[in-house]
């Protein structure tokens, strides 16, 4: 008997995300609505909708595999950035394009820069057949973003960094925010920047385990 996709999805959102603190309509909605085992390699179709992270690359030169983001700090995420569908988003990592996808149901528009060709040309594709048609993926180095179509009302990041650079936040729209979870491991904890005036500043919101994003590394300081 195969996998009911439906009904999984269904115990995803009412046991993994509900639980924890995600009442937002529409990033319900579009977990209920965007199926997950699209996305993925055929060997991680049967695991779509277990509570973890899917690893989709193996690990590069600095040891930093990809992965397809847990629901339930996906979710929290989305939430954290309340888009709207007038707005333009720019989502750092687009991986294999599932998230995404929530976002294209979330936004009017979204530019998805990613700096693995393969992964690039895949998740653009997929969004392309399965009619996620307002999202346009572009390569490129995650940490310069994608400042052809800036600014952008929503920056969103699909794994932690250690540090967001400067040049995302110039690209953020006057009043616009920021979404990044910042750090490794168990101690990261869910940003939100905010432009005002110019000027970008941030607030912790809650704290979050995910993996990282490859480059957004801090400047190591030479100890004596």
């Given at each position: 008997?195969?996998?009911?996709?439906?009904?999984?999805?269904?115990?995803?959102?009412?046991?993994?995300?509900?639980?924890t603190?995600?009442?937002?309509?529409?990033?319900?909605?579009?977990f209920?609505?965007?199926?997950?085992?699209?996305?993925?390699?055929?060997?991680?179709?049967?695991?779509?909708?277990?509570?973890t992270?899917?690893?989709i690359?193996?690990?590069?030169?600095?040891?930093?595999?990809?992965?397809?983001?847990?629901?339930?700090p996906?979710?929290?995420?989305?939430?954290?950035?309340q888009?709207?569908?007038?707005?333009?988003?720019?989502?750092?990592?687009c991986?294999?394009?599932y998230?995404?996808?929530l976002?294209?149901?979330?936004?009017?528009?979204?530019?998805?820069?990613?700096?693995d060709?393969?992964?690039?040309?895949?998740?653009?594709?997929?969004?392309s057949?399965?009619?996620?048609?307002?999202?346009?993926?572009?390569?490129g180095?995650l940490?310069?973003?994608?400042?052809?179509?800036?600014?952008?009302?929503?920056?969103i990041?699909?794994?932690?960094?250690?540090?967001?650079?400067?040049?995302l936040?110039?690209?953020?729209?006057?009043?616009?925010?920021?979404?990044?979870?910042i750090?490794?491991?168990?101690?990261?904890?869910?940003?939100v920047?905010?432009k005002?005036?110019?000027?970008?500043?941030?607030r912790?919101?809650?704290n979050?385990?995910?993996?990282?994003?490859p480059?957004?590394r801090?400047?190591?300081?030479?100890?004596?």
């Amino acid at each position: 008997m195969g996998t009911d996709y439906q009904d999984a999805r269904q115990k995803m959102v009412d046991n993994q995300i509900r639980t924890t603190d995600v009442t937002s309509h529409s990033v319900l909605k579009a977990f209920l609505t965007v199926a997950r085992e699209d996305f993925l390699p055929t060997p991680l179709k049967p695991l779509a909708y277990i509570d973890t992270d899917l690893q989709i690359t193996s690990s590069d030169e600095n040891g930093v595999a990809r992965y397809v983001m847990e629901p339930s700090p996906l979710a929290k995420l989305l939430q954290l950035a309340q888009i709207t569908p007038d707005q333009v988003v720019l989502q750092i990592g687009c991986g294999v394009g599932y998230s995404a996808a929530l976002l294209s149901m979330l936004a009017g528009s979204v530019v998805a820069v990613e700096s693995d060709g393969t992964l690039a040309e895949a998740s653009s594709a997929k969004l392309s057949d399965t009619g996620y048609d307002n999202v346009a993926v572009v390569t490129g180095d995650l940490e310069k973003g994608y400042a052809a179509e800036a600014p952008y009302d929503v920056i969103i990041f699909n794994g932690a960094v250690e540090v967001v650079p400067e040049a995302l936040f110039e690209q953020l729209r006057e009043g616009g925010r920021l979404i990044a979870a910042i750090g490794m491991g168990a101690a990261a904890q869910a940003y939100v920047y905010v432009k005002d005036g110019g000027v970008v500043s941030g607030r912790p919101a809650f704290n979050v385990s995910i993996k990282p994003l490859p480059g957004f590394r801090k400047t190591r300081e030479f100890v004596f």
